[in-house]
């Protein structure tokens, strides 16, 4: 699978002491979401990250380096734009601005209130951080352009 990189997975080093097998595919370009940096570095909604692209089988090591399973962060799939011969979607993790003090707000998803359907708060863990990713990649074009 490919994944798109950013901040302190952009470093060769760092990558190799995480990944066992990884092929740098080349440079690439996140569009409609921005760097933040916070305790880690995220991405916040609309304007665009460089990074890299790499490619491997080895996304369990890269869920547990950004903690996926503690929901510090979460993985989603975002369309790729890139010549015949690769996949049609990259991987690209996202961290919760919440819990990474990052000065980031996802939009709510839809109503444009703070609260869901069952009357709790939204943003009061990482479920209600979930559904405003989920939200906003489903409402705008964030895609993820490997550089010729």
Sequence with gaps: MDVFVYGTLTEPERVAGVLDSYVYVGPATLFGLHLVEGQYPTLA?????AGRLLRTEELDA???YERVGEGLYRRVAIPLEAPDGHPDEAAVYVGDPDRLDADATWPDAGDGGDRDDAG???GSDEYGFADRVDSYLEREAVRVRLTP
């Design 45 to 49: 909604p609309r304007g665009e990250t």
């Design 62 to 64: 890269l869920d547990a």
């Design 120 to 122: 709790g708060d939204r």
